[in-house]
């Protein structure tokens, strides 16, 4: 796995973010953030590519 590290450059604003049509930011719940980061994380063993 990686490593983390903070960015050397600032975050743009959530109206800024919203400029670029791809991104629609929403406010979501510190539960909800931490079931999608779980699932992003989540290291794949050779049982869960169905080998």
């Not at 959530?14 to 994380?41: H, M, S, Y």
Request: glycine content about 2%.
């Amino acid at each position: 796995m990686g490593t983390t590290q903070l960015s050397d450059t600032t975050i743009p604003l959530e109206d800024e973010i919203a400029e670029d049509l791809q991104f629609v930011p929403e406010l979501i719940t510190r539960a909800e953030f931490e079931k999608i980061w779980e699932k992003a994380t989540k290291t794949k063993t050779i049982q869960d590519t169905h080998l």
